[in-house]
């Protein structure tokens, strides 16, 4: 299951490799098995695609466990890059950033 | 003395940071109540992480209308807190229509219970100025925290929370008492 974490910045320059060696790290430390597969920083947003490779999707809740998880990755990302977590979406979804970007390129190829 | 009840922001450091020290001395105050729920859902270590990435997105999606408050006396901050509204009951299955709604209190210094008192009873008098005639507010089970010392504020317990059904399923201990408060 892959998602994507979006976060609002303040305009700064981030460094994606940086924080995609961040997210790495810190997966390395959770219980569950995470790759991060990119970092993208938009005008406005930063998205962060993850990959969950045991994990199947579940129903949108905000009361399973695994989601937690996100909500710590997603919280330390914030602290230590000073940006603003707003939500995290199932890539492929209708809010899903990355899945916008990648469809509207392919359409105009 | 005077006290004052403002929004959290966010994006701005110092209501983060409050924000963080207000949850993780709950959670640190629950772990002495309850020591088999420290770390049982989360581990306590990354107690600021989830408190801030759960805090965000709540905040930004405004799940279960959720909003976030802290509460300052003389302009120093000394709890933050959130009001929400309950979509679902104790075992997290959907209700007909929402309830009450439901405060989460994070006293900036669990120990100072005259100041924590008094800064409850601001909020609950706040609700009442809402116009909300009872509130649910959440307590770590065990030590309910100046519940006793609100005397004149009827309350009586409602439910543990996550309900039974719903820690069987995930093997995870009881995290709070819910009380109800009336608010005449």
Not at chain 2, 74 to 100: H, T, V, W
Request: hydrophobic share 45%.
């Amino acid at each position: 299951m892959k998602v994507e974490f979006i976060f609002r910045h303040k305009g700064q320059k981030l460094n994606v490799a940086e924080i995609q060696a961040y997210v790495n790290q810190k997966l390395s430390e959770f219980p569950i098995k995470g790759n991060c597969e990119s970092v993208t920083q938009m005008s406005k947003w930063l998205a962060i695609l993850v990959d969950f490779p045991e994990l199947k999707a579940h129903p949108r809740s905000y009361h399973e466990p695994i989601e937690l998880w996100w909500e710590v990755l997603a919280g330390y990302i914030a602290l230590q890059f000073d940006i603003r977590f707003l939500h995290w979406e199932a890539h492929g979804e209708t809010r899903s950033l990355i899945y916008h970007m990648e469809w509207e390129r392919k359409r105009y190829m | 003395m005077s006290l004052e009840i403002k929004p959290l922001n966010f994006n701005d450091k110092f209501d983060r940071d409050l924000y963080i020290y207000c949850v993780r001395n709950w959670h640190q105050a629950i772990a002495e109540a309850v020591p088999e729920y420290a770390d049982a859902v989360i581990p306590m270590k990354h107690v600021d992480a989830l408190a801030i990435g759960e805090a965000m997105r709540f905040d930004h999606l405004k799940l279960v209308n959720v909003s976030f408050y802290q509460i300052l006396k003389d302009g120093i901050p000394m709890a933050c807190f959130i009001l929400r509204s309950a979509s679902q009951d104790e075992n997290l299955k959907p209700l007909s229509s929402p309830i009450y709604p439901i405060i989460a209190f994070y006293p900036a210094e669990p120990n100072a219970i005259l100041d924590n008192v008094s800064a409850l009873t601001h909020v609950f008098g706040w609700l009442r100025g809402k116009g909300f005639k009872k509130a649910w507010f959440r307590a770590p089970p065990g030590k309910a925290w100046f519940l006793d010392k609100l005397a004149n504020i009827p309350n009586k317990k409602v439910c543990e929370y996550p309900g039974a059904e719903y820690r069987q399923r995930h093997g995870i201990p009881r995290a709070w008492d819910v009380y109800e408060v009336q608010l005449p």
